[in-house]
């Protein structure tokens, strides 16, 4: 079964449900950023009902290290599938993986040194380490990766190069992550918890109750705050924020929080919907 296909039986079909408008919450977000002097792309989803919006959606904006979600996630289908193995290892080079940054590989690799599959997947995840990105992305081959990408429905995957996305795209890699969990619990168990248990904890969760699970792949260069996920409460939804122009990254990041915590009450005050209960975070 298809993976955009598969996950719409995780969502409940009732009347109750499918009467949700979520016009308020869009307006609301929409009067947050205006007045922020820099560039929000949104997109939200109900999870139990697939039920959303977007602002700015399909906007072509810097991925920075959000593209390492899809990442982990085309490594894990690789292993699943047999065609890889986690103690696979990877030799470093610097001519070719080296970069500045995120990461403690840049620090401590050296030419010849090597590393297993799941040491770099949890790595680039975890602490959003650069040069574990790059050798994930040379071992696997880049036009494989951007391959996968496609397949899994992004629309916008590296144009001319570019390490771009959108908002909807990167909803698609975090709805096919949540697909994956369901078919796959052990390894996919394992990749929501190294989405849970990140070293960069600002954004989507910033402003929730510590105890609220959330799944997420955070991003940022100069002028850019990006996050990405699932917040796991008594009503999940994925909400994808895309920023540009930002005057600080920290800014920008609570900036994120506030409307993770703008989707979050608005989710608090609807009927809990347990699509996911084959993951409850630790």
Same mark, same amino acid.
């Given at each position: 079964?298809?993976?955009? $296909?598969? #996950?719409?039986?995780? !969502? +409940?079909?009732?009347?109750?449900?499918?009467?949700?408008?979520?016009?308020?919450?869009?307006?609301?977000?929409?009067?947050?950023?205006? %007045?922020? %002097?820099?560039?929000?792309?949104? /997109?939200?989803?109900?999870?139990?009902?697939?039920? %959303?919006?977007?602002?700015?959606?399909?906007?072509?904006?810097?991925?920075?290290?959000?593209?390492?979600?899809?990442? &982990?996630?085309? #490594? =894990?289908?690789?292993?699943?599938?047999?065609?890889?193995?986690? +103690?696979?290892?990877?030799? /470093?080079?610097?001519?070719?993986?080296?970069?500045?940054? +995120?990461?403690? $590989?840049?620090?401590?690799?050296?030419?010849?040194?090597? /590393? +297993?599959?799941?040491?770099?997947?949890?790595?680039?995840?975890?602490?959003?380490?650069?040069?574990?990105?790059?050798?994930?992305?040379?071992? *696997?081959?880049?036009?494989?990766?951007? &391959?996968?990408?496609?397949?899994?429905?992004?629309?916008?995957?590296?144009?001319?190069?570019? =390490?771009?996305?959108?908002?909807?795209? $990167? &909803?698609?890699?975090?709805?096919?992550?949540?697909?994956?969990?369901?078919?796959?619990?052990?390894?996919?168990?394992?990749?929501?918890?190294?989405?849970?248990?990140?070293?960069?904890?600002?954004?989507?969760?910033?402003?929730?109750?510590?105890?609220?699970?959330?799944?997420?792949?955070?991003?940022? $260069?100069? %002028?850019?705050?990006?996050?990405?996920?699932?917040?796991?409460?008594?009503?999940?939804? #994925?909400?994808?924020?895309?920023?540009?122009?930002? !005057?600080?990254?920290?800014?920008?990041?609570?900036?994120?929080?506030? #409307?993770?915590?703008?989707? /979050?009450?608005?989710?608090?005050?609807?009927?809990?919907?347990? *699509?996911?209960?084959?993951?409850?975070?630790?």
């Amino acid at each position: 079964m298809p993976l955009m $296909l598969s #996950i719409l039986s995780l !969502r +409940s079909s009732t009347p109750a449900a499918r009467e949700v408008d979520y016009f308020p919450l869009k307006r609301q977000v929409e009067e947050f950023v205006q %007045g922020k %002097g820099a560039t929000f792309a949104v /997109y939200f989803e109900d999870l139990a009902t697939g039920k %959303g919006f977007g602002i700015n959606e399909d906007k072509p904006m810097v991925a920075a290290s959000t593209v390492k979600l899809p990442m &982990a996630l085309y #490594i =894990n289908e690789q292993v699943v599938q047999g065609k890889m193995r986690w +103690s696979d290892r990877v030799a /470093y080079s610097r001519d070719t993986d080296y970069e500045e940054g +995120s990461g403690v $590989l840049r620090y401590e690799a050296r030419d010849g040194d090597t /590393y +297993s599959l799941r040491l770099l997947t949890n790595l680039a995840i975890t602490i959003s380490d650069n040069v574990a990105f790059r050798m994930l992305a040379r071992h *696997v081959g880049r036009d494989n990766f951007i &391959a996968y990408m496609k397949e899994l429905g992004g629309k916008t995957v590296y144009p001319e190069g570019k =390490n771009l996305t959108t908002a909807r795209d $990167l &909803a698609v890699y975090v709805r096919a992550t949540l697909d994956f969990a369901r078919r796959h619990p052990q390894e996919g168990g394992r990749l929501l918890d190294d989405l849970a248990h990140t070293a960069f904890h600002f954004g989507l969760p910033g402003m929730l109750p510590p105890d609220v699970p959330v799944a997420h792949k955070e991003g940022d $260069l100069e %002028g850019i705050a990006n996050d990405c996920g699932v917040v796991f409460c008594h009503r999940p939804y #994925i909400l994808v924020v895309l920023t540009s122009g930002v !005057r600080d990254v920290r800014e920008g990041f609570r900036d994120i929080a506030a #409307i993770s915590k703008m989707a /979050y009450d608005f989710q608090q005050g609807l009927p809990p919907a347990e *699509v996911y209960p084959y993951w409850k975070g630790n």
